[in-house]
């Protein structure tokens, strides 16, 4: 079990002076820093301490205890328990993926403990088992699909879609089938973790398909670009921000080039907070920030924001101040839903290469003000 003790490094680095909150705020932030999934993971950990550097002193009696749950849920629910008996953190945030999140979250707001989701918005945590102390920055995992199935139901007629058996990847292709009411080629569950796509690739030649739909996160999309564009198979790719994210674009190389995809933000938004964001990120870490970096900045500012209002320890105050979202989103405007879930712009991205970089540039909207199809199932009304 990998620990990294964040606070100190942030204390350094922004020469904190103390004494803005009326009580000092501790957060575990549980991620994946191993194996085929740490990209995403390193890029949520990174975009959350710099929102908090960037605060500067008004995030000075902020701890952050920061641990790898190498992907695995029984691990990541070991770590859940020591931060809250042991490390007696106040907010637990940092899970990318989903399993991991229905595997943690659940146990840790019934201990009276606020969990802030950088990433995983499984739709029972939207709906049914939605929480006042579960408060998603990102997204419900169905948002950027379901851009891309009003986008491909604008541009294509018979879609083949793809994507891992988990519930992230049924969540995917359940709300890319809410928007898009053409043909379906095909439809394909895959193994979680599978980095050999062979078989689903002649699936997709012999299926007679006009476009090809995917969400396959971190290594397996990797695998699946690669071995596609090899294939020689020419049937448009489109997919969620997810597969074509800064943080996998280098490993997939020119195979991602005018590949469409969906997200809340791209680098070329163009608001101040975006700015300063993009800016600081490439110059502390040397790179272009992914949107795992962005959602998790705006989950470390929103921390930030609600503790200078109310003490997380008079949680009634606190959850007000959480839910007023009033801090400078990198995504321009935001609102939480009554579900705790994000109201917000999606946009169609389009890869493409500057120099010798491949991003994302931002060519339409496919929703304004959009959200998730499971509040109403959310006791929270």
């Not at 995030?59 to 952050?64: L, P, Q, R």
Request: proline letters at 3%.
């Amino acid at each position: 079990m990998r620990k990294l003790i964040a606070a100190s490094a942030i204390a350094l680095a922004t020469g904190m002076s103390g004494g803005a909150f009326a009580e000092p705020v501790k957060v575990g932030l549980i991620t994946t820093l191993s194996g085929g999934g740490a990209g995403l993971g390193i890029d949520a950990r990174d975009g959350f301490l710099l929102a908090l550097k960037n605060a500067g002193d008004a995030a000075a009696e902020i701890e952050v205890v920061t641990e790898d749950d190498g992907q695995k849920p029984e691990l990541a629910v070991q770590i859940a328990d020591k931060m809250v008996q042991s490390d007696q953190v106040d907010i637990l945030t940092g899970i990318i993926w989903s399993n991991l999140a229905m595997a943690v979250v659940p146990g840790a707001v019934a201990q009276g403990k606020f969990y802030i989701s950088v990433n995983a918005g499984p739709s029972a945590l939207a709906g049914a088992q939605c929480h006042e102390n579960y408060f998603n920055v990102a997204y419900q995992n169905d948002n950027f699909h379901e851009a891309m199935g009003q986008y491909a139901n604008e541009t294509y007629k018979k879609t083949f879609i793809l994507a891992p058996n988990y519930p992230a990847g049924t969540d995917s292709l359940t709300g890319f089938k809410r928007y898009y009411k053409n043909e379906l080629a095909g439809e394909v569950y895959t193994q979680v973790g599978q980095t050999d796509y062979a078989a689903e690739i002649a699936q997709i030649r012999a299926s007679g398909a006009d476009s090809v739909f995917i969400f396959l996160p971190g290594g397996m999309g990797i695998a699946f670009v690669k071995q596609y564009a090899q294939s020689g198979v020419d049937i448009p790719l489109i997919g969620p921000g997810f597969s074509f994210s800064q943080d996998v674009l280098p490993a997939i190389g020119d195979a991602a080039l005018g590949v469409r995809n969906s997200a809340s933000w791209a680098k070329d938004l163009d608001n101040d907070a975006s700015k300063k964001f993009v800016e600081t990120f490439q110059a502390e870490y040397g790179r272009l920030p992914s949107i795992y970096a962005a959602q998790a900045y705006d989950t470390g500012s929103l921390i930030v924001a609600a503790a200078a209002k109310a003490s997380v320890k008079d949680a009634d105050a606190f959850r007000a101040a959480l839910k007023e979202a009033d801090f400078d989103s990198v995504r321009g405007k935001f609102s939480f839903n009554t579900n705790n879930h994000p109201i917000q712009d999606i946009y169609v991205r389009e890869v493409v290469k500057e120099g010798d970089v491949l991003t994302n540039k931002i060519i339409g909207t496919a929703f304004t003000d959009h959200k998730d199809a499971y509040a109403e199932q959310c006791a929270l009304n």
